[in-house]
């Protein structure tokens, strides 16, 4: 096989991620880990389906633009992106982060009370701003000392407690720096397995924090025990199709003006009682609107993902950044679901840019 042939963060990549997380839940049903149970085989036969639907969209998308040319119109994206208002913009995010905990008073990853309201409107501008732009800083300008703001950031952004934002810087710089600097292979299987144990750490750190928990599981069990809760509250969900009727999409574009939780909504609807629970990428259209609602999804998601890699396949540049930001975050949705408003805003401003900024042509055969 030609490994440099093999482009390991193809959209295709999220079909064997969604194995392999089956795999970790199997592991903690096995082990039976805080009386988890297993599920039943229908839930199974759903989430291949929506896989299913997730290709058949990357296959639309793929035969509706491969006798396509993609141009970019430089003079709009170098005025809007130029390295100093990129680096501007890197730090002013890095500088909101610290603002956020100085409002916090404390570092939230030690601290259950303090995460719990760690999400203020600062976290959320300055995650805006940040993660796009160190991206884009390392797509576009590559330098050595740019991966000290990286580093930075990143740290930053592990002390605020949460898992899903720290994958996503993490994991979108690998992806960029795979497309832009031809990472060898021994590079990109160490990063993954320091991504890995990263993930183990500020995992384990965040739940032992939780003052009100007690939690006797090791850092690797806790890693399948959430891989096997997250797959039984997706069971649970199957069942209860269309028992929320919208709130999750509603709350998800309105919920964090209201100061409200669309995961909380997913753990009183499936667990009775108010608890903020994930359920797959699969759950939350399932609860909102049935089966065919997740099945649009699916497709959707996969025509949109494929036509974003083709573009920056085609032209580099910014997009490489927009990307990988978008790949990490549907990596991360796997467990938590699309309930995010900031992960929405990067699709939106992604397809902005290139509705703005680049011409689709009919090209040879």
Wanted: net charge positive.
């Amino acid at each position: 096989m030609d490994y440099k042939k093999l482009d390991i963060f193809s959209p295709v990549v999220f079909v064997l991620l969604v194995v392999i997380y089956l795999v970790f839940s199997q592991i903690a049903f096995h082990y039976h880990l805080k009386e988890l149970v297993g599920i039943n085989i229908n839930t199974i036969y759903i989430i291949f389906l929506g896989l299913l639907f997730y290709l058949v969209g990357i296959y639309f998308s793929h035969y509706l633009l491969k006798n396509r040319d993609f141009s970019l119109d430089k003079n709009k994206i170098e005025k809007i992106f130029s390295e100093k208002i990129v680096l501007s913009l890197v730090i002013l995010g890095i500088l909101l982060q610290v603002l956020n905990l100085l409002y916090l008073g404390g570092i939230p990853l030690f601290s259950g009370y303090l995460k719990a309201h760690a999400a203020t409107r600062i976290w959320l501008l300055s995650y805006l701003i940040f993660l796009p732009s160190i991206n884009i800083l390392m797509a576009k300008y590559n330098n050595k000392k740019y991966y000290l703001l990286f580093m930075v950031g990143l740290i930053l952004f592990v002390f605020t407690g949460y898992r899903t934002t720290v994958m996503a810087i993490v994991i979108s710089m690998l992806i960029t720096l795979y497309y832009t600097m031809d990472l060898k292979w021994k590079y990109i299987v160490l990063s993954v397995a320091a991504i890995f144990v990263l993930l183990l750490i500020v995992g384990y750190v965040a739940v032992k924090s939780i003052e009100w928990q007690t939690w006797t599981l090791s850092p690797l069990q806790l890693l399948f025990y959430r891989a096997g809760y997250t797959l039984q509250v997706l069971d649970r969900a199957v069942l209860l199709q269309g028992s929320t009727n919208g709130q999750l999409l509603y709350n998800t574009l309105m919920g964090f003006f209201k100061s409200t939780d669309p995961r909380v909504i997913v753990g009183s609807t499936t667990l009775g009682y108010a608890h903020s629970t994930t359920s797959m990428i699969f759950g939350p259209a399932l609860l909102d609107f049935g089966l065919y609602a997740m099945l649009i999804q699916m497709f959707v998601l996969g025509a949109v993902m494929n036509f974003i890699y083709m573009v920056q396949r085609s032209l580099g540049n910014i997009f490489v950044a927009l990307y990988a930001i978008l790949l990490a975050h549907v990596f991360i949705w796997i467990e938590t679901g699309p309930t995010d408003l900031v992960v929405l805003l990067f699709f939106l401003i992604t397809l902005i840019l290139v509705g703005y900024s680049v011409t689709i042509r009919k090209g040879g055969v």
